[in-house]
């Protein structure tokens, strides 16, 4: 259990630490074109959670390795046809719960179509996995461009 939460601890200082901004963010950035954002992922993330809490920290991963290339910019989401895309690349084929984010985006269009960008639907994924298995409150800081993700103990 020591190791798995050392692991946890560890993965999100390296996000966070891959994350950076470079435009004006906050956190109350869809508070007007989309209030039920947050609710609709944590909503999403408590059933998936609860039938398989193993799937926290592949999230959180995914998360990472969105962001620790160029920025959090939900890349690693993208498929292609001639597999070049960041998804195909070798560190990615390992990562775990595609089918689990394209629900959420599914239920995020439905409630808010073409407003939330799919690096924000990401981090707040990631930010609710973290929450839900430790109680560890990630702050997302969302803009037009970019996301960042930092840890409040």
Known sequence: MACRGATMVALLLAAVAATCARAQL???FYSESC???EDVVR???VRALSLAPSLAG?????HFHDCFVRGCDGSVLLDSANKTAEK????NQTLRGFGFVDRVKAAVEKACPDT???ADILALIARDA?????????LCHFSND????EAKF
């Not at 592949?58 to 995914?62: D, E, G, K, Q, T």
């Not at 973290?130 to 990630?138: F, Q």
């Open 26 to 28: 906050h956190d109350k």
């Open 35 to 37: 209030p039920s954002v």
């Open 43 to 45: 909503k999403e993330m």
């Open 58 to 62: 592949p999230l959180l991963r995914m």
């Open 88 to 91: 195909d690349a070798q560190p």
């Open 116 to 118: 939330v960008s799919c």
């Open 130 to 138: 973290v929450w839900l298995v430790s109680r560890v409150l990630l």
């Open 146 to 149: 970019t996301v960042r993700v």
